[in-house]
């Protein structure tokens, strides 16, 4: 069986990949399924669903009333692994029009949205520019808006990587005004021009670079039942759950999982976590932290 998927051309397996997505999340597919995904022919789609019941004759069988085949008892993926946070990421980029419905793998949308998220006014032709600077390991000088000065200024950064916050995009660079490296929001470049040979390395960047753990639990004033769903929605094992971060964005995890306030500031209902290992990490209040922020 390994040999045959070895042997297989990316564009089928995909396409094989499929037809187990359809299967495991909604019972069925037909030929239709895979011609309207991939544009293949009538001929190509009756091809790849017969080469998929020769690997794995007990994951569907042919029902003649759906015209479609469903789902087997037995069924066993060969190159799904089923992940709940890839469907979901579907339904929430279609949802951010970040994707097309027609351009997803799901054929019977449920009832779904969510909570809006504004609109960032990153310039194609800036991100372009960045991108092409780090892809070259050029410095670029860039006209920038920062919150700390009336007026935007141009200076040179030396961009090694892209991140973003859960909200917003930036770039991770050095920036050759402060000697040191920063991030600086793509929204906030306002223009870019020439660029120059850089000396400034990735490597270099020590916060970019180094992994910490965040160790996050129930809030202990939670009952028992409580710390329980808790740690059910976050996937906690032995009462804590553990997330890897960049320390270069440890900032904004902390600010997003709403671990940036002492926890006795809010209701224990409201802050429903709390961080298990922060004198580990050496956190502070926002304010007060060291870790590198945003350029603002």
């Not at 042919?62 to 339904?91: E, I, N, W």
């Not at 027609?102 to 009832?111: E, N, R, T, V």
Request: glycine share 6%; hydrophobic share 40%; proline share 5%.
């Amino acid at each position: 069986m390994e040999t045959q998927k070895a042997d297989l051309r990316w564009g089928v397996e995909q396409r094989l990949e499929f037809i187990e997505f359809r299967l495991f999340w909604e019972g069925h597919v037909n030929r239709g399924d895979l011609m309207g995904a991939f544009g293949v022919s009538v001929n190509q789609a009756s091809t790849d669903l017969n080469r998929y019941i020769g690997m794995a004759p007990d994951n569907m069988q042919y029902d003649k009333s759906a015209r479609a085949y469903v789902r087997g008892t037995a069924f066993a993926p060969l190159y799904l692994k089923p992940d709940a946070s890839r469907y979901l990421a579907q339904l929430r980029s279609v949802a951010d029009g970040i994707l097309d419905r027609a351009d997803a793998w799901i054929g019977q949308f449920p009832s779904y949205d969510a909570t809006p998220t504004p609109a960032r006014g990153v310039n194609a032709k800036t991100l372009r520019s960045v991108i092409a600077a780090i892809r070259r390991s050029e410095a670029i000088e860039v006209k920038y808006q920062s919150l700390s000065r009336p007026e935007p200024s141009w200076r040179w950064i030396a961009p090694h990587a892209v991140g973003f916050d859960g909200f917003r995009w930036h770039t991770r660079a050095f920036c050759l005004t402060d000697q040191s490296f920063r991030d600086f929001l793509l929204s906030r470049i306002i223009e870019t021009r020439g660029t120059k040979p850089s000396e400034a390395e990735a490597e270099a960047d020590a916060d970019w670079n180094e992994q910490v753990t965040l160790e996050i639990g129930a809030h202990p004033e939670l009952s028992d039942t409580q710390q329980k769903v808790i740690a059910l929605d976050y996937g906690m094992r032995s009462g804590k759950a553990k997330i890897p971060v960049r320390k270069a964005l440890l900032y904004y995890a902390l600010k997003r999982l709403g671990l940036d306030t002492d926890p006795a500031a809010r209701r224990p209902q409201d802050q429903q976590i709390v961080l298990l290992n922060g004198a580990e990490l050496g956190t502070k209040p926002l304010a007060q932290t060291s870790v590198s922020r945003m350029e603002d």
